[in-house]
């Protein structure tokens, strides 16, 4: 477990009021900037992102605020669909699962079109969703109340899953669409075939409880999660128990995330509630975290969809790490 000095953000952006989910698109938006969404108490904002790293002319970071959108209560997670695009005309696609147990899906083409349609069904707190990754015409969803809910995009329920403990993450294969990762608080991470909605594989973690876990998509066949104070490392071919654990933080860790960009770099945070929340970026076949961050009371965690560069929100901030391969 770390303890040494903090690196600081290799960028900042400034926001109106404490981030509680930010989200890079893991899609391309069709122009040479990245679409990411932050939300917090009734609002979530939508703007791209441009990096020196990525265009020359850039300095440092461009950040521009397309637009800020009301929702009538806190935003707890957020989802992109592949829809959104900002060539041709714009159109933006999002998915936010809220305090009031409700999933928005909101579709707006940034200037007159604006529509929400509002998802029942959850009756406990949603941790988190996704959109199917090809056409994004479904949502997946995991919640508190032990279920997982696929939805199509007039909001209607068109399968349930039955959990054992609440659901805490869900990931859905970037090819094969009949394939979802759920993963369970009690320690266990299960794929579903969504044409049978039979399970065909588990992983067990051996420890719980399990807060996050994350399907690297670049490479399938690695899952990684956080339980307890550690991270873990599974390689679905080999075992359903973990290739590799390790302590990472002292205050029980929150999130796992995979980067896009390498197969082998992922980040956990702690929880929060401490008056700084811990970021570590780690790198398979590195003894030690390659960067570790820090952010106040930070929330959320994202990858860039093509730099090794994650996103945590904090209280009025957006802070950015690039890490160098």
Same mark, same amino acid.
């Given at each position: ?163 054992? &403990? +609440?659901? $805490? =993450?869900?990931? %859905?294969?970037?090819?094969? *669409?009949? /394939? ?27 420890? &719980? +409880?399990? $807060? =996050?876990?994350? %399907?690297?998509?670049?490479? *399938?066949? /690695? ?34 995330? %995979? ?67």
């Amino acid at each position: 477990m770390q303890d040494d000095s903090s690196h600081s953000p290799s960028y900042t952006v400034t926001c109106e009021d404490y981030v509680h989910v930010v989200e890079f698109s893991p899609f391309n938006s069709g122009t040479p900037a990245s679409l990411l969404a932050y939300g917090g108490n009734q609002y979530v904002v939508v703007g791209t992102c441009l990096f020196q790293e990525e265009d020359v002319e850039t300095e440092g970071l461009e950040f521009n605020v397309l637009r800020a959108f009301h929702n009538e209560v806190r935003v707890d997670a957020l989802a992109w669909s592949p829809e959104s695009r900002l060539d041709r005309i714009p159109n933006i696609r999002f998915c936010t699962a809220a305090a009031d147990k409700k999933l928005r899906l909101l579709t707006s083409d940034l200037q007159d079109r604006h529509e929400v349609k509002v998802m029942e069904g959850h009756t406990s707190y949603i941790n988190h969703l996704v959109f199917e990754p090809t056409e994004g015409k479904q949502i997946a969803s995991v919640s508190d109340d032990h279920t997982c809910r696929l939805w199509d995009l007039d909001g209607n329920e068109s399968a349930i899953l039955r959990l054992r &403990s +609440p659901g $805490m =993450s869900v990931c %859905w294969h970037p090819e094969e *669409t009949c /394939k979802l990762m759920v993963a369970e608080k009690k320690g266990t991470i299960r794929f579903y075939d969504l044409v049978t909605q039979q399970a065909i594989l588990s992983l067990d973690c051996g420890q &719980s +409880p399990l $807060m =996050s876990a994350d %399907w690297c998509l670049t490479n *399938t066949i /690695k899952v990684g999660a956080v339980a307890g104070n550690d991270w873990l490392i599974w390689d679905i071919t080999r075992s359903s128990y973990p290739q590799e654990k390790r302590p990472s933080h002292r205050d029980k860790a929150r999130l796992f995330k %995979w980067s896009r960009a390498n197969e082998n770099l992922f980040a956990t945070t702690g929880c929060p509630g401490k008056i700084n929340s811990q970021l570590l970026i780690h790198h398979l076949g590195h003894p030690q975290p390659v960067t570790i961050g820090s952010a106040a009371v930070g929330s959320g965690l994202s990858w860039h969809r093509t730099l090794p560069l994650c996103v945590i929100g904090s209280d009025r901030k957006l802070s950015f790490w690039m890490t160098e391969m």
